[in-house]
Nanobody, 129 residues
Framework: QVHLVESGGGSVQSGGSLRLSCTHS????????VGWFRQAPGKEREEVAT????????FYADSVKGRFTISEDNANDTINLQMTALRPEDTAMYYC??????????????????????WGQGTQVTVSS
């Protein structure tokens, strides 16, 4: 079982920045695919970014490339999502997800939410214009 807890959400004006953190319970020496997803009201949950821990392979959705950065902090057992140049369309509930069944190639290709086994409760991000 993997437990995930998100933090760092909030409200910010367009162009601002936020950093989301996902604190996990798995041991850092076991490679895991960890992803950030988001879901706006009335929309499907979409993958934003993923990282394959240890190997550092990453994936970014086209809509966030160049603005968001996913990284791992093994000292604090967290996966961070640094979000810059935020836009109103980034407004959503952001979820951390993890899966340990597949390797780095799977993790870095982009995958639907249904493929991830473990989920956090989410943290709200609101960007005002």
């Amino acid at each position: 079982q993997v437990h995930l807890v998100e933090s760092g959400g909030g409200s910010v004006q367009s162009g601002g920045s936020l950093r989301l953190s996902c604190t996990h319970s798995y041991t850092s020496y076991t490679s895991t695919c960890v992803g950030w997803f988001r879901q706006a009201p009335g929309k499907e949950r979409e993958e934003v970014a993923t990282i394959y821990t240890g190997g550092r392979r990453t994936f970014y959705a086209d809509s966030v490339k160049g603005r968001f950065t996913i990284s791992e902090d093994n000292a604090n057992d967290t996966i961070n999502l640094q979000m810059t140049a935020l836009r109103p369309e980034d407004t959503a509930m952001y979820y951390c997800a993890a899966d340990r069944r597949y390797g780095g190639s799977w993790c870095s290709r982009g995958n639907p939410a249904s493929e991830f086994a473990y989920w956090g409760q989410g943290t709200q991000v609101t960007v005002s214009s």
